[in-house]
């Protein structure tokens, strides 16, 4: 090869490299300057960016997922609560929370969502990286990332750290008005009821679940042996029907309570529809833990509202509750734990 095409081969090579780099870099600033600024409080890598670097010594949190998102109105509750709920967040992400939360110097007390899947582990569902990159430069955050396995090198690297989250960062750009929406400090409120026919099909397919475990079940009772497949869609459908009691981690949130004997903690079992109940098989296990919780740790209060009476109009689909719903349900919550919001 002579010098010229060796020469002609590098630029052919190095040109378009430093041009995808330049474009990779200037892309990640206009979002990290100009589009991350433009975030509400209603988005996740807001909340945890707030829980992180915000000082509020009055401040009430809300942790939970989605149904927390939907069931705790901040405005009803006290004027100093805050809602971090966010979709798909268990344990895997209030560890991270709940410790960011109890390192401050505070006594306010702290809410959390509870629900059949909470101590479920699986990182690599309930960790959203979108949630997390923004605030990647957060020593606690890299740590906590690489800990559950949801950290790769080049998510630290300027230009291809977002990779994967632009169209999602790009949605806050964008974001409707809608008049069946209401937000209120970090929580989302559905002024909507799908109707009797759809939420009929919404609480069928969940039966349909539930019947469709049994059957498998009764299989392998018999000696039958499951597909692959099979077996998958058992595991899935048990992990999503039935109670997940992780001891582990039960023990490790236990122990973070106990340690911080200043604060207290109210996990609350927020209202579901009877459907979401009916194939919990081992729900009684569940309700033994938190009559455990308020016999013998002193700083823990759990509240079981999860057969709270509810109309099906108080219901945004099988799994959440509107606007209405939570109307009705934080006015009884209130008058539970008000006292223990006011201390």
Not at 6 to 20: D, I, Q, R
Not at 130 to 149: G, Q
Not at 280 to 290: A, D, G, P, S
Request: aromatic share 12%; hydrophobic share 40%.
């Amino acid at each position: 090869m002579t010098p010229f095409g060796s020469k002609k081969g590098m630029k052919l090579f190095f040109y378009p490299l430093l041009a995808a780099v330049i474009i990779a870099v200037g892309l990640d600033q206009v979002f990290q300057f100009f589009v991350l600024p433009k975030r509400t409080d209603i988005d996740n890598s807001y909340k945890v960016e707030k829980l992180l670097f915000e000082e509020n010594k009055d401040e009430i949190p809300v942790f939970g997922s989605s149904k927390g998102r939907s069931s705790f109105i901040p405005d009803s509750l006290g004027d100093n609560v805050f809602n971090y709920s966010m979709q798909k967040c268990n344990f895997d992400v209030i560890f991270f929370l709940l410790e960011t939360e109890l390192a401050k110097d505070k006594d306010t007390p702290i809410i959390i969502e509870f629900n059949t899947r909470s101590f479920v582990h699986r990182p690599e569902h309930t960790i959203d990286l979108a949630t997390f990159m923004p605030v990647k430069d957060s020593e606690a955050v890299v740590k906590y990332l690489a800990e559950n396995d949801r950290l790769d090198n080049f998510q630290l690297v300027p230009g291809v750290r977002y990779y994967g989250s632009y169209l999602r960062y790009l949605q806050t750009l964008n974001k409707k008005e809608s008049s069946n929406k209401i937000t209120n400090r970090g929580g989302i409120f559905i002024d909507y009821y799908p109707g009797d026919k759809l939420l009929t099909r919404f609480t069928d397919s969940r039966y349909s679940m539930i019947e469709k475990r049994a059957e498998l079940e009764a299989r392998v009772d018999a000696g039958f042996p499951l597909t692959y497949m099979e077996d998958q869609l058992l595991e899935s459908l048990q992990l999503s029907l039935d109670f997940e009691e992780n001891k582990e981690r039960i023990a490790k949130f236990e122990e973070m309570v106990k340690a911080h004997p200043n604060r207290n903690i109210l996990m609350v079992f927020t209202p579901h529809h009877p459907s979401e109940l009916a194939g919990v098989t081992n729900l009684e296990r569940l309700e033994e833990i938190m009559d455990h919780w308020n016999e013998d740790i002193p700083n823990l209060y759990a509240f079981d509202y999860s057969r709270f009476y509810l109309p099906d109009s108080c219901f945004k689909n099988s799994s959440h509750i509107n606007l209405d719903g939570a109307r009705i349900f934080n006015s009884a919550l209130k008058k539970e734990i008000g006292y223990l919001l006011e201390d």
